[in-house]
């Protein structure tokens, strides 16, 4: 491998991350699986070429798709993860103590194992805790056949290539509205809208015909390229409405002192700019 790493997700645009050090390369039955070490952001896991996440950014993009839901609902106890493999969003789940089950679905066996093995600082001992039920398989099926009940459904996927693709469509979205408790919270991985503004719209169409308030919130990942990220959000409650005072209530009794989150980027998260909200249906 040259000593550079370049990503391959966009014809048109790239972005590229000096290697000092390849630590893991290898094809898993999905996907091919690399790790590498860049001295800016530390161990990098990319898969089919595209970075997903990194020892030093990743905790903005695991915090928001995390505690924006759990901290907006207020009452959180039974989450779905689909994907997510690293492991980075059920760590931050299961800091919440109030969640008492979250179920795991991945459809990589692969990327579960060789996190746990390189990228260790991801989980942080995630998959050891006994309030996380880890399941390999396909997101989409596993949404079709759900008993459902889940406050929180959050949808840490690839992007809509590969594997990922079937977590981008309308089935898999009303499958996942199906599963929701009452009040529940569906967060998606919804791309770069400056370069991927398309992913957005059509995610956001199926969204406004399945909830009440249909929307998505922003936060910028260094290693996201292109600018801020979207999560999609959507839900039959008034939990975008919650009080920065109630926030910052709940945000005192968390017990740990997330790197990125707090109240006021909570709330301002979801104040869009123009070229963002023309992507809105
Ligand atoms: N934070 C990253 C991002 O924003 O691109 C995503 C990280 S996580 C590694 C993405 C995970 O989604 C991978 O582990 C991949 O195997 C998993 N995945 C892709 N398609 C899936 C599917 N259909 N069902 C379940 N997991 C899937």
Redesign the pocket.
């Known amino acids: 491998m040259s000593d550079w790493f370049t990503e391959k997700l966009h014809d048109d645009f790239a972005q590229a991350l000096k290697v000092d050090r390849v630590l893991f390369d290898s094809e898993t039955e ?2 091919r699986l690399r790790v590498i070490e860049n001295a800016r952001f530390g161990r990098v ?1 990319t ?1 089919d070429d ?4 990194t020892e030093g950014d990743n905790a903005i ?1 695991h915090e928001m798709m995390v505690h924006v839901p759990i901290l907006a609902h207020g009452n959180v106890r039974r989450v779905l993860i ?5 492991g ?1 969003i059920a760590r931050e789940v299961l800091r919440h103590k109030g969640v008492e089950h979250v179920t795991m ?4 066996a692969g ?2 194992d060789f ?1 746990k093995q390189y990228l260790p600082m991801l989980s942080d001992g995630a998959f050891d805790d006994p309030r996380l039920n880890l399941v390999i ?4 099926d ?1 949404m079709r056949e759900t008993e459902g009940g889940f406050d929180a459904i959050l949808v ?4 809509p290539i ?3 693709e ?2 981008f469509t309308d089935t898999f979205y009303g499958h996942a509205k199906r599963a929701l408790a009452a009040g529940g919270i569906l967060v998606t ?1 919804n791309g770069v809208p400056f370069l991927q503004g398309e992913e957005l719209t059509n995610s956001m169409r199926a969204f406004k015909a399945l909830f009440a308030d249909a929307t998505c919130y922003l936060a910028t990942i260094p290693t ?1 390229a292109g600018g801020p ?1 979207a999560f999609g959000w959507g839900t039959d409650g008034n939990h975008r409405a919650v009080s920065l005072d109630t926030l910052a209530n709940r945000f005192s009794t968390l017990g740990f002192e997330p790197y990125y989150y707090n109240p006021e980027v909570h709330k301002g998260a979801f104040g869009l700019p123009g070229y963002v909200r023309r992507l809105m249906p």
């Open positions: 999905h996907q896991l898969l595209v970075v997903q996440t993009y689909v994907g997510g493999g690293d980075g679905v991945e459809i990589d990327v579960v996190s398989a396909d997101g989409a596993f840490d996927s690839t992007d590969g594997p990922g079937v977590l991985q996201y990220m």
